[in-house]
Nanobody, 121 residues
């Protein structure tokens, strides 16, 4: 059983910073990518930032230069550092891991429960 638990969301003023954390527990044979997505009511879930197993990163254009994804393998934790936050960054943020449970398994997506980020004065 793989579980992802996010934390670090909250209310912040425009221009402020937050750091989201995602602790991954359970046994995964291999991980392709880890990432963060966000969703606002009535809209689809969109990619914010992603990191491959080789460490390559990919960001949505709207967050480039402001957000940074990182991972600490020793702590099984994925982070999203968010700086210079804007009201349009308000959303529920979801942690994602794409990986295989076993060597013979198909790769699937695992999701956390989401954490609310609200940027408002």
């Amino acid at each position: 059983q793989v579980q992802l638990v996010e934390s670090g969301g909250g209310l912040v003023q425009p221009g402020g910073s937050l750091r989201l954390s995602c602790v991954v527990s359970g046994s995964i044979f291999s991980i392709n990518t880890v990432g963060w997505y966000r969703q606002v009511p009535g809209e689809q879930r969109n990619l914010v930032a992603q990191m491959s197993s080789a460490g390559r990163t990919n960001y949505a254009d709207s967050v480039k230069g402001r957000f940074t994804i990182s991972r600490d393998n020793a702590k099984n934790t994925v982070y999203l550092q968010m700086n210079s936050l804007k009201p349009e960054d308000t959303a529920v943020y979801y942690c994602n891991v794409n990986g295989r449970l076993r060597s013979y398994s198909k790769a699937i997506n695992y999701w956390g429960q989401g954490t609310q980020v609200t940027v408002s004065s």
